[in-house]
């Protein structure tokens, strides 16, 4: 179906196998060049493409079911996708088995609201130079990755849920080449890494909880001035890597359930300063074959000794006021 008007509200449809195309992006819904349409409590089964806005201005995608059974990302497009588009609500949508859930690129002032991606191919939402937009309540849960976000700035990342995004290569969250961005009150639990970042700078990490993931951040050496605060990490088997042994990076004011230290004066932070960067970790890089020796007593040994007098890991990425309590449940 291809919109042609302005100012078309498209309610109660239901939409089912839309041809696939390996020359013409076939969407369900396709909009062109229009300004203030709405598409709401559509049901769209099998759309290749659920809902396309090409240069769209003034839109609404709210309140559908859009479900595909596409088994590669060759066969498949996305459930909502938004090219070179502005000021776009996509809220409380049920997107399933899709290539990528929610796909912005060239967006500005979009928001993505109270959505619901799974099992998604490649990735629960993924945006590229999307500057000035917004992400808030939604869950991704079992995608191929749950989401990527490159190339842009000025962005919230707020009150979301990551959630068994599992695999060799998957994240909850991929921050690549991004700046100036604000990632508060999310929950991260059991991804393979929840956060990965690479190029990221100048980005507000706080109040965010890292429950039982295998990396809960990687964040590599090309990443400056980001500040990690009043965050929970609990559970995870490892808090924090990186690839370099300098870091701008400032932690502070989170609590670590490995943390072991002591709170003398009964302020509520540790007095001794807590070094979250395991030795194993880099050994797991360098030789990934030692993961055999995760919890031994040998390795406990190791990483105790390089907390105590650090040689090898980063001695700048450190929280100096870690909490004795978690802020999370």
Not at 158 to 181: E, R
Not at 227 to 236: D, E, L, M
Not at 310 to 326: G, I, N, Q, Y
Request: aromatic share 10%; with cysteine; glycine share 6%.
């Amino acid at each position: 179906m291809m919109i042609e008007a302005d100012s078309v509200t498209i309610r109660g449809l239901t939409i089912k196998n839309v041809k696939v195309s390996y020359v013409d992006d076939n969407a369900a819904i396709k909009v062109k060049v229009r300004k203030g349409i709405t598409v709401d409590k559509c049901t769209i089964l099998e759309g290749m493409f659920g809902v396309y806005l090409s240069k769209a201005e003034d839109c609404r995608v709210t309140n559908n079911t859009i479900i595909s059974s596409a088994n590669s990302e060759a066969n498949s497009g996305n459930g909502v996708h938004c090219w070179t588009s502005r000021n776009v609500l996509i809220s409380d949508n049920r997107i399933i088995g899709h290539r990528d859930g929610v796909y912005l690129e060239f967006m500005r002032h979009g928001t993505v609201l109270n959505n619901y991606c799974e099992r998604n191919l490649r990735y629960g939402l993924h945006f590229m130079f999307s500057d000035s937009c917004s992400y808030r309540k939604n869950t991704f849960t079992r995608n191929g990755a749950g989401v990527a976000v490159m190339y842009t700035k000025y962005v919230q990342m707020i009150d979301n849920t990551f959630l068994h995004n599992w695999g060799p290569s998957t994240y909850g969250l991929l921050l690549k080449d991004i700046t100036d961005s604000h990632i508060k009150g999310n929950r991260f639990e059991q991804n393979s890494i929840a956060v990965y970042t690479e190029g990221a700078n100048r980005i507000l990490f706080e109040d965010n909880a890292f429950v039982k993931n295998g990396y809960a951040m990687r964040m590599l050496g090309n990443c400056d001035l980001n500040t990690v605060r009043n965050n929970t990490f609990s559970g995870n088997t490892f808090d924090v890597t990186t690839n370099s042994r300098e870091s701008s990076n400032h932690f502070s004011k989170n609590y670590w359930s490995d943390y072991d230290g002591y709170d003398l004066n009964k302020d509520g932070f540790g007095d001794v300063p807590y070094h979250p960067v395991r030795l194993y970790s880099y050994l797991i890089e360098q030789m990934p074959s030692s993961v055999i020796l995760m919890h031994s007593a040998f390795v406990d040994i190791l990483d105790m000794t390089e907390r105590i007098i650090p040689t090898v890991t980063p001695e700048l990425l450190v929280d100096r006021s870690p909490r004795m309590k978690p802020l999370h449940q």
